[in-house]
């Protein structure tokens, strides 16, 4: 941006829908024709005169249409809401890069998982890695897993996933690999020219995987992983998923600086690993509980202004989205007004003539951009990014700047045994007991003004 010359280049655009008018000329035809059904029926009613035969069967019918047409019509009407104004939004990763690449925040992704049947490990850890192998500086991500299974599985297949990273993320930097799920890229490949290279990862990929597999298929880690790894002594005094300690791993991190880089030596992003304490007398909450054990755990451990969500059997499709996100948090003029930034989901998995409209086609094409032409687009939980602030209780006003040039003031001298430790006890299950949560941030969050759609 260049305000002393009074030119401002915004971070992102927002276009209307081309379109609208023909759209509003079709929908106020169909209200016409709506209101004529409905002058209809009321005129029927009250203008006919039944014999006592009619009445007993007639009237009740006109009734009963008109109260149906009512409701219908009402409802249609209402979705207008979603359809009058469409908005799309065009975010500049270019000029994001230009002026702020060397002060980028440091970027918090919380990644939630439940149960290791349903949610099998493997799935977890390509959602992880797609979310590691962001085109964003490395130093300046940290990826959380929680695990609400709480178990040594995906935990294991966690460390396996920490060390196939330090493959994966080189060579999709050097290659620009697209998606960054290694069983979405590795399924999605035709032709390449650069058939050794991707002869080496999927080999490394494939043994990773056969690993995991088999200690899923039974139930058991591996004694030699056990040995090596003293993470897996958390659960000595595990009793069950609803009834453990909270189990804490950082797995990567710059103070553990020769076992947190790729093959080249850069730096990996930090990776930790956490069951948060569950007993059978507290209730979890379900994923809520996760995210806020989330915020608070994180809040020591890199304390990243902008935080990602996403479920684990969503992973992330587009390596710029940070970047995207970024053009909407930190434009000079409107990033101020911008509480969250939600990205649409698409879906692998749906039939092939998608009978049941499984795709969410509609909601994600045009009901997001509706809503967000009202002011009010839907959140909808995974790919959503949030800033940290607005998540804890910042109060939205016009007057405000966000400082992103600002430094955290985590602890540099602790010990990452001591921050472990740490970043446990906020952990815990009684942490919310008496307090307001759940009463004041929803109103905190819903104070904001705008919230954008990512294209
Ligand atoms: O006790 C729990 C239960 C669930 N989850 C995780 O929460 C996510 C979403 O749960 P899921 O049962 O898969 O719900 P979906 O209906 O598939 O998810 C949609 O709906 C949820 C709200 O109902 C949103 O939170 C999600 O982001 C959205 O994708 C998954 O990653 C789970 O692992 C937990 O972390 N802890
Ligand atoms: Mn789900």
């Not at 359809?83 to 992704?109: A, G, T």
């Not at 499984?358 to 032409?373: M, R």
Request: with cysteine; hydrophobic share 35%.
């Amino acid at each position: 941006m260049d305000r002393g010359r009074g030119v401002y280049s915004p971070l992102f655009e927002t276009k209307k829908g081309r379109g609208r008018l023909i759209y509003r000329l079709f929908s106020i035809s169909l209200f016409t024709a709506i209101s004529f059904i409905w002058l209809y029926r009321f005129n029927h009613i009250i203008t006919t005169n039944y014999t006592q035969q009619e009445e007993d069967g007639g009237k009740l019918v006109w009734f009963g249409m008109l109260a149906a047409e009512l409701w219908f019509g009402f409802y249609w009407f209402l979705t207008q809401a979603f359809r009058w104004n469409l908005v799309f939004r065009q975010p500049f990763k270019d000029r994001l890069s230009q002026r702020y690449e060397h002060m980028l925040p440091e970027v918090d992704i919380f990644v939630c998982t439940a149960d290791p049947e349903i949610e099998p490990p493997m799935m977890v850890i390509n959602t992880v890695l797609s979310v590691m192998a962001f085109d964003y500086p490395s130093e300046k991500l940290s990826v959380y897993l929680s695990d609400d299974g709480g178990s040594e599985i995906t935990f294991y297949a966690l460390l396996e996933a920490a060390t196939f990273a330090k493959h994966w993320l080189p060579f999709c930097k050097r290659f620009k690999v697209e998606p960054r799920s290694p069983a979405a890229y590795f399924n999605g490949i035709k032709d390449t020219n650069i058939a050794n290279e991707l002869v080496a990862i999927k080999k490394l990929y494939n043994e990773m995987e056969k690993r995991i597999e088999d200690a899923t298929k039974l139930k058991r880690v591996p004694q030699e992983a056990r040995l090596k790894h003293k993470g897996f002594s958390q659960w000595d005094s595990y009793s069950s998923k609803r009834d453990h300690d909270t189990i804490l791993q950082i797995l990567l991190h710059k103070k553990d600086h020769d076992n947190s880089k790729d093959v080249h030596g850069f730096m990996l992003p930090t990776l930790v690993y956490l069951a948060r304490e569950k007993r059978p007398q507290y209730h979890h909450n379900y994923k809520a509980g996760a995210m806020n054990s989330l915020l608070r755990v994180s809040s020591i451990i890199s304390n990243g202004k902008v935080i990602l969500n996403v479920d684990c059997d969503m992973y992330s499709n587009n390596s710029e989205s940070i970047r995207d996100s970024l053009c909407y948090f930190m434009d000079e003029e409107k990033g101020h007004e911008i509480a969250f930034v939600q990205s649409p989901q698409a879906f692998e998995n749906v039939t092939k003539n998608d009978l049941y409209a499984s795709a969410l086609l509609a909601i994600a094409e045009v009901e997001f951009h509706g809503a967000d032409g009202c002011g009010g687009p839907l959140y909808i939980g995974t790919g959503c990014f949030h800033k940290r602030e607005s998540l804890c209780g910042m109060k939205f006003s016009d007057e405000y700047r966000h400082n992103w040039k600002s430094e955290d003031n985590l602890s540099t001298e602790e010990t990452l045994h001591e921050l472990e430790e740490k970043s446990k006890g906020l952990a815990s299950c009684s942490y919310e007991e008496n307090t307001q949560w759940g009463k004041e941030v929803l109103n905190s969050i819903f104070s904001y003004d705008i919230i954008v759609l990512e294209p």
